[in-house]
Protein backbone atom coordinates (compact mmCIF):
# COMPACT_ATOMS: atom_id res chain seq x y z
CA UNK A 1 0.00 0.00 0.00
CA UNK A 2 1.39 3.44 -1.35
CA UNK A 3 2.41 5.59 1.88
CA UNK A 4 0.18 8.89 2.06
CA UNK A 5 1.34 12.44 1.90
CA UNK A 6 -0.52 15.20 2.21
CA UNK A 7 0.65 18.61 -0.22
CA UNK A 8 -0.16 21.80 1.15
CA UNK A 9 0.55 24.55 -1.03
CA UNK A 10 -1.58 27.96 -2.31
CA UNK A 11 0.81 27.54 -5.79
CA UNK A 12 -0.69 25.62 -8.29
CA UNK A 13 2.20 25.14 -10.10
CA UNK A 14 4.75 23.79 -7.03
CA UNK A 15 1.87 21.58 -6.44
CA UNK A 16 1.80 19.70 -9.53
CA UNK A 17 5.38 19.81 -10.07
CA UNK A 18 5.93 18.34 -5.97
CA UNK A 19 3.23 15.65 -6.86
CA UNK A 20 4.81 13.91 -9.96
CA UNK A 21 8.47 14.01 -7.84
CA UNK A 22 6.47 12.20 -5.11
CA UNK A 23 4.09 10.34 -6.68
CA UNK A 24 7.08 9.13 -8.38
CA UNK A 25 8.90 8.00 -5.02
CA UNK A 26 5.80 6.01 -4.49
CA UNK A 27 3.65 8.06 -2.50
CA UNK A 28 0.15 8.31 -2.65
CA UNK A 29 -0.22 12.61 -2.87
CA UNK A 30 -3.22 14.20 -1.68
CA UNK A 31 -2.85 18.08 -2.36
CA UNK A 32 -4.61 21.09 -0.58
CA UNK A 33 -4.50 24.78 -1.66
CA UNK A 34 -4.73 26.42 1.71
CA UNK A 35 -4.82 25.53 5.56
CA UNK A 36 -8.43 24.96 5.46
CA UNK A 37 -8.65 22.48 2.67
CA UNK A 38 -5.52 20.62 4.65
CA UNK A 39 -7.18 20.64 7.52
CA UNK A 40 -10.12 18.77 6.13
CA UNK A 41 -8.19 16.29 4.49
CA UNK A 42 -6.15 15.86 7.25
CA UNK A 43 -9.22 14.80 9.08
CA UNK A 44 -9.60 12.18 6.64
CA UNK A 45 -7.06 10.72 5.58
CA UNK A 46 -5.04 11.39 8.82
CA UNK A 47 -1.61 11.06 6.20
CA UNK A 48 1.47 10.12 8.54
CA UNK A 49 3.56 13.18 6.55
CA UNK A 50 2.56 16.14 5.90
CA UNK A 51 4.71 19.13 3.12
CA UNK A 52 3.17 22.55 3.80
CA UNK A 53 4.44 25.91 2.77
CA UNK A 54 5.03 28.57 5.79
CA UNK A 55 3.52 31.02 3.93
CA UNK A 56 0.06 30.86 2.74
CA UNK A 57 -3.10 33.18 2.74
CA UNK A 58 -5.58 32.56 5.88
CA UNK A 59 -3.97 29.53 8.19
CA UNK A 60 -0.16 30.30 7.52
CA UNK A 61 1.92 26.76 7.87
CA UNK A 62 3.06 27.13 11.38
CA UNK A 63 -0.22 27.54 12.58
CA UNK A 64 -1.45 24.26 10.46
CA UNK A 65 1.75 22.45 11.94
CA UNK A 66 0.59 23.47 15.59
CA UNK A 67 -2.96 22.07 14.90
CA UNK A 68 -1.85 19.08 12.74
CA UNK A 69 0.59 18.26 16.26
CA UNK A 70 -1.72 19.07 18.80
CA UNK A 71 -4.35 16.05 16.59
CA UNK A 72 -1.49 13.59 16.23
CA UNK A 73 2.11 14.45 17.86
CA UNK A 74 3.53 11.78 16.17
CA UNK A 75 2.66 13.00 12.53
CA UNK A 76 5.87 14.08 10.51
CA UNK A 77 5.34 17.60 9.05
CA UNK A 78 8.24 18.94 6.77
CA UNK A 79 7.87 22.86 6.37
CA UNK A 80 8.61 25.13 2.67
CA UNK A 81 9.95 27.99 2.92
CA UNK A 82 11.74 30.62 1.14
CA UNK A 83 14.93 32.09 1.80
CA UNK A 84 13.58 35.41 3.60
CA UNK A 85 11.73 33.07 5.73
CA UNK A 86 14.14 31.82 8.13
CA UNK A 87 12.78 32.97 11.21
CA UNK A 88 9.53 31.22 10.68
CA UNK A 89 11.68 28.11 10.20
CA UNK A 90 13.26 27.91 12.67
CA UNK A 91 10.12 29.47 14.52
CA UNK A 92 8.67 26.04 12.88
CA UNK A 93 10.95 23.81 14.66
CA UNK A 94 10.09 24.64 18.04
CA UNK A 95 6.60 23.71 17.56
CA UNK A 96 8.47 20.14 16.34
CA UNK A 97 8.44 20.74 12.92
CA UNK A 98 10.26 17.28 11.46
CA UNK A 99 12.48 19.44 9.03
CA UNK A 100 12.81 22.21 6.38
CA UNK A 101 13.59 22.43 3.10
CA UNK A 102 13.70 25.65 0.83
CA UNK A 103 12.72 27.10 -2.26
CA UNK A 104 13.26 26.60 -5.44
CA UNK A 105 13.56 23.01 -3.88
CA UNK A 106 15.79 20.89 -5.22
CA UNK A 107 13.96 17.05 -6.24
CA UNK A 108 16.86 15.14 -4.19
CA UNK A 109 16.60 17.64 -0.99
CA UNK A 110 12.57 16.77 -1.18
CA UNK A 111 13.00 13.19 -1.32
CA UNK A 112 15.76 12.86 1.36
CA UNK A 113 13.65 14.62 3.53
CA UNK A 114 9.98 12.45 3.19
CA UNK A 115 12.29 9.44 3.17
CA UNK A 116 14.11 10.84 6.68
CA UNK A 117 10.84 11.64 7.94
CA UNK A 118 9.14 8.32 6.93
CA UNK A 119 12.44 6.53 8.51
CA UNK A 120 11.52 8.27 11.78
CA UNK A 121 7.76 6.78 12.06
CA UNK A 122 9.19 3.52 11.16
CA UNK A 123 11.58 3.49 14.03
CA UNK A 124 9.27 5.09 16.61
CA UNK A 125 6.54 2.40 15.41
CA UNK A 126 9.29 -0.65 15.72
CA UNK A 127 10.19 1.12 19.38
CA UNK A 128 6.79 0.98 20.50
CA UNK A 129 6.44 -2.35 19.12
CA UNK A 130 9.55 -3.47 21.33
CA UNK A 131 8.38 -1.81 24.22
CA UNK A 132 5.06 -4.00 24.18
CA UNK A 133 6.31 -7.17 23.60
CA UNK A 134 9.02 -6.73 26.06
CA UNK A 135 5.82 -6.12 28.37
CA UNK A 136 4.29 -9.04 27.41
CA UNK A 137 7.34 -11.12 27.76
CA UNK A 138 7.19 -10.04 31.35
CA UNK A 139 4.29 -10.44 32.55
CA UNK A 140 4.86 -14.06 30.81
CA UNK A 141 7.93 -14.20 33.31
CA UNK A 142 6.07 -14.95 36.48
CA UNK A 143 8.66 -16.11 38.72
CA UNK A 144 10.63 -12.76 37.68
CA UNK A 145 7.12 -10.82 37.75
CA UNK A 146 6.87 -12.25 41.46
CA UNK A 147 10.29 -10.96 42.84
CA UNK A 148 9.55 -7.83 40.81
CA UNK A 149 6.10 -7.49 42.50
CA UNK A 150 8.07 -8.17 46.16
CA UNK A 151 10.47 -5.29 45.25
CA UNK A 152 7.79 -2.82 44.57
CA UNK A 153 8.97 -2.88 40.69
CA UNK A 154 6.05 -3.13 39.05
CA UNK A 155 5.83 -4.11 35.58
CA UNK A 156 3.83 -0.46 34.52
CA UNK A 157 6.85 1.46 36.38
CA UNK A 158 9.29 -0.38 34.25
CA UNK A 159 7.58 -0.07 31.04
CA UNK A 160 7.04 3.97 31.90
CA UNK A 161 10.67 4.36 32.54
CA UNK A 162 11.66 2.30 29.73
CA UNK A 163 9.23 4.54 26.86
CA UNK A 164 10.58 7.58 28.86
CA UNK A 165 14.40 6.62 28.27
CA UNK A 166 13.67 6.05 24.71
CA UNK A 167 11.28 8.79 23.55
CA UNK A 168 14.45 10.93 24.93
CA UNK A 169 16.87 8.81 22.61
CA UNK A 170 14.96 9.07 20.00
CA UNK A 171 14.65 12.60 19.92
CA UNK A 172 18.61 13.26 20.03
CA UNK A 173 18.80 10.42 17.03
CA UNK A 174 16.17 13.32 15.85
CA UNK A 175 18.32 16.04 16.48
CA UNK A 176 21.52 14.45 15.08
CA UNK A 177 19.76 13.54 11.95
CA UNK A 178 18.01 17.31 11.77
CA UNK A 179 21.62 18.89 12.21
CA UNK A 180 23.62 16.74 9.82
CA UNK A 181 20.57 17.40 6.99
CA UNK A 182 20.77 21.43 7.49
CA UNK A 183 24.58 21.52 8.03
CA UNK A 184 24.34 22.51 11.63
CA UNK A 185 27.09 20.99 13.66
CA UNK A 186 26.22 22.45 17.12
CA UNK A 187 22.98 20.80 16.55
CA UNK A 188 24.63 17.45 15.87
CA UNK A 189 26.66 18.07 18.61
CA UNK A 190 23.46 18.72 20.93
CA UNK A 191 21.99 15.70 19.86
CA UNK A 192 24.85 13.33 20.29
CA UNK A 193 25.17 14.63 23.70
CA UNK A 194 21.67 13.37 24.56
CA UNK A 195 22.22 10.17 22.78
CA UNK A 196 24.97 9.63 24.93
CA UNK A 197 23.56 10.48 27.88
CA UNK A 198 20.10 8.34 27.28
CA UNK A 199 22.26 5.37 26.28
CA UNK A 200 24.10 6.12 29.64
CA UNK A 201 20.86 5.82 31.74
CA UNK A 202 19.52 2.99 29.79
CA UNK A 203 22.71 1.09 30.90
CA UNK A 204 22.36 2.09 34.75
CA UNK A 205 19.01 1.17 34.59
CA UNK A 206 19.59 -2.12 33.23
CA UNK A 207 22.40 -2.78 35.52
CA UNK A 208 20.74 -1.84 38.20
CA UNK A 209 17.46 -3.94 37.48
CA UNK A 210 19.88 -6.85 36.65
CA UNK A 211 21.74 -6.33 39.98
CA UNK A 212 18.29 -6.48 42.08
CA UNK A 213 15.87 -7.90 40.44
CA UNK A 214 17.28 -11.00 39.40
CA UNK A 215 16.24 -14.18 41.13
CA UNK A 216 18.21 -15.22 43.84
CA UNK A 217 17.99 -15.84 47.51
CA UNK A 218 19.91 -13.50 50.24
CA UNK A 219 23.27 -14.77 50.92
CA UNK A 220 24.16 -13.70 54.62
CA UNK A 221 27.56 -14.02 56.26
CA UNK A 222 29.17 -12.91 59.25
CA UNK A 223 31.29 -10.24 58.77
CA UNK A 224 33.46 -7.10 60.59
CA UNK A 225 31.63 -4.20 60.46
CA UNK A 226 34.91 -2.17 60.04
CA UNK A 227 36.20 -4.30 57.45
CA UNK A 228 32.90 -3.84 55.72
CA UNK A 229 33.05 0.00 56.38
CA UNK A 230 36.56 0.50 54.92
CA UNK A 231 36.01 -1.49 51.84
CA UNK A 232 32.72 0.57 51.36
CA UNK A 233 34.87 4.25 51.91
CA UNK A 234 37.63 3.01 49.91
CA UNK A 235 35.54 2.33 46.97
CA UNK A 236 33.95 5.95 47.10
CA UNK A 237 36.24 8.27 48.38
CA UNK A 238 38.93 8.30 45.53
CA UNK A 239 36.06 9.15 43.64
CA UNK A 240 35.01 12.03 45.71
CA UNK A 241 38.75 13.27 45.78
CA UNK A 242 39.13 13.41 42.34
CA UNK A 243 36.21 15.46 42.21
CA UNK A 244 37.95 17.65 44.75
CA UNK A 245 35.44 16.68 47.60
CA UNK A 246 37.12 15.95 51.29
CA UNK A 247 36.36 12.68 52.00
CA UNK A 248 36.03 11.71 56.22
CA UNK A 249 35.55 8.60 57.64
CA UNK A 250 35.18 7.69 61.16
CA UNK A 251 34.95 4.01 61.67
CA UNK A 252 34.69 2.77 65.09
CA UNK A 253 37.31 -0.53 65.07
CA UNK A 254 34.85 -1.98 68.52
CA UNK A 255 31.58 -2.38 66.45
CA UNK A 256 32.01 -6.04 65.75
CA UNK A 257 30.64 -8.10 63.78
CA UNK A 258 26.65 -8.50 61.64
CA UNK A 259 25.31 -10.69 59.73
CA UNK A 260 24.14 -9.43 56.10
CA UNK A 261 24.14 -10.15 52.47
CA UNK A 262 27.70 -8.26 52.06
CA UNK A 263 27.36 -7.76 48.23
CA UNK A 264 23.75 -6.15 48.18
CA UNK A 265 24.45 -3.88 51.84
CA UNK A 266 28.01 -2.96 50.85
CA UNK A 267 25.84 -1.65 47.32
CA UNK A 268 23.61 0.15 48.93
CA UNK A 269 25.79 2.18 51.28
CA UNK A 270 27.98 2.92 47.73
CA UNK A 271 24.52 4.51 46.41
CA UNK A 272 24.23 6.58 48.74
CA UNK A 273 27.78 7.81 49.10
CA UNK A 274 28.01 8.51 45.30
CA UNK A 275 24.40 10.12 45.90
CA UNK A 276 26.27 12.22 48.16
CA UNK A 277 29.12 12.96 45.64
CA UNK A 278 26.70 14.26 43.13
CA UNK A 279 24.91 16.17 45.19
CA UNK A 280 28.92 18.37 46.05
CA UNK A 281 29.45 18.29 42.46
CA UNK A 282 26.32 19.95 41.75
CA UNK A 283 26.62 22.69 44.14
CA UNK A 284 28.28 25.62 42.91
CA UNK A 285 27.34 28.05 45.45
CA UNK A 286 30.68 26.49 47.87
CA UNK A 287 34.39 26.83 47.14
CA UNK A 288 34.59 23.55 48.78
CA UNK A 289 32.82 20.47 50.00
CA UNK A 290 33.13 17.36 52.13
CA UNK A 291 31.17 14.56 52.82
CA UNK A 292 31.37 12.44 56.00
CA UNK A 293 30.74 9.04 56.68
CA UNK A 294 30.17 7.90 60.37
CA UNK A 295 30.09 4.15 61.40
CA UNK A 296 29.32 3.14 65.79
CA UNK A 297 26.91 0.70 67.20
CA UNK A 298 23.76 2.28 68.61
CA UNK A 299 21.57 0.12 70.90
CA UNK A 300 22.12 -3.14 69.80
CA UNK A 301 22.38 -1.94 66.09
CA UNK A 302 24.76 -0.80 63.74
CA UNK A 303 24.18 2.92 62.80
CA UNK A 304 26.14 4.62 59.66
CA UNK A 305 25.67 8.19 58.92
CA UNK A 306 26.60 10.20 56.08
CA UNK A 307 26.16 13.70 55.22
CA UNK A 308 27.56 16.01 52.89
CA UNK A 309 27.35 19.54 52.09
CA UNK A 310 25.88 19.45 48.59
CA UNK A 311 22.70 21.00 46.81
CA UNK A 312 20.42 20.01 49.76
CA UNK A 313 16.89 19.34 49.06
CA UNK A 314 13.65 20.30 50.08
CA UNK A 315 10.26 19.20 51.36
CA UNK A 316 8.92 17.75 48.18
CA UNK A 317 12.32 16.12 46.90
CA UNK A 318 12.94 14.23 50.30
CA UNK A 319 9.63 12.75 50.61
CA UNK A 320 10.01 11.77 47.19
CA UNK A 321 13.97 10.56 46.26
CA UNK A 322 13.10 6.86 47.16
CA UNK A 323 10.08 6.37 44.85
CA UNK A 324 10.94 4.51 42.18
CA UNK A 325 12.07 6.46 38.72
CA UNK A 326 12.21 9.55 40.82
CA UNK A 327 15.17 11.35 39.96
CA UNK A 328 16.37 14.72 41.31
CA UNK A 329 19.51 15.16 38.71
CA UNK A 330 17.60 15.27 35.62
CA UNK A 331 18.77 13.36 32.51
CA UNK A 332 21.71 12.43 34.50
CA UNK A 333 19.82 9.72 37.23
CA UNK A 334 18.26 6.88 36.80
CA UNK A 335 15.56 7.27 39.50
CA UNK A 336 16.56 3.46 40.69
CA UNK A 337 19.97 3.73 43.18
CA UNK A 338 18.40 5.20 46.13
CA UNK A 339 15.37 2.71 45.35
CA UNK A 340 17.03 0.09 45.29
CA UNK A 341 19.50 0.95 48.39
CA UNK A 342 16.13 1.34 50.93
CA UNK A 343 14.29 -1.87 50.06
CA UNK A 344 18.37 -3.91 50.13
CA UNK A 345 18.07 -1.83 53.70
CA UNK A 346 14.86 -2.75 54.98
CA UNK A 347 15.32 -6.37 53.40
CA UNK A 348 17.84 -6.61 55.99
CA UNK A 349 15.32 -5.58 59.12
CA UNK A 350 16.86 -2.01 58.75
CA UNK A 351 15.78 1.55 58.44
CA UNK A 352 16.84 4.66 56.36
CA UNK A 353 16.06 8.34 57.52
CA UNK A 354 16.92 11.65 55.82
CA UNK A 355 17.46 14.84 57.11
CA UNK A 356 18.17 17.96 54.17
CA UNK A 357 17.49 21.61 53.14
CA UNK A 358 18.07 23.62 50.09
CA UNK A 359 21.55 24.75 50.18
CA UNK A 360 22.68 22.90 53.59
CA UNK A 361 23.63 18.99 51.93
CA UNK A 362 21.97 16.36 53.31
CA UNK A 363 22.38 13.65 56.22
CA UNK A 364 21.42 9.33 55.99
CA UNK A 365 20.94 7.59 58.44
CA UNK A 366 21.36 4.06 58.14
CA UNK A 367 20.40 1.32 60.78
CA UNK A 368 20.31 -2.72 60.50
CA UNK A 369 20.33 -5.36 63.15
CA UNK A 370 23.13 -7.23 63.75
CA UNK A 371 21.61 -10.51 63.10
CA UNK A 372 19.58 -11.39 59.83
CA UNK A 373 15.82 -11.27 60.08
CA UNK A 374 14.14 -14.82 59.39
Known sequence: MEPKILLVDDEDGIRKVLHISLADAGYLVFEAADGSEALEIFKKENPPIVLTDIKMPGMDGVDLLRWIKHRNPETEVIMITGHGDMDLAIRSLKHDASDFITKPINDDILKNAV???????????????YTENLETLVREKSALQDRLSSLGLRISSVSHGIKGLLTALDGGIYLVDSGRSRDDPAQVRDGWETVKTMVDRIRNMVLDILFYAKERDMTYETIRVDNL??????????TARGKGIKFVSEID??????????GYFRAALVNILENAVDACIRDDTKTSHCIRFVVRADNGQIRFDISDTGVGMDHETREKIFDLFYSSKGRKGTGLGLFIARNVIEDHGG????????????HFIVTIP?????
Open 115 to 129: HKARERRIIREKLRE
Open 229 to 238: SREVAAMVES
Open 253 to 262: GETGDIRIDA
Open 351 to 362: SIHVSSHPGKGS
Open 370 to 374: REAPE
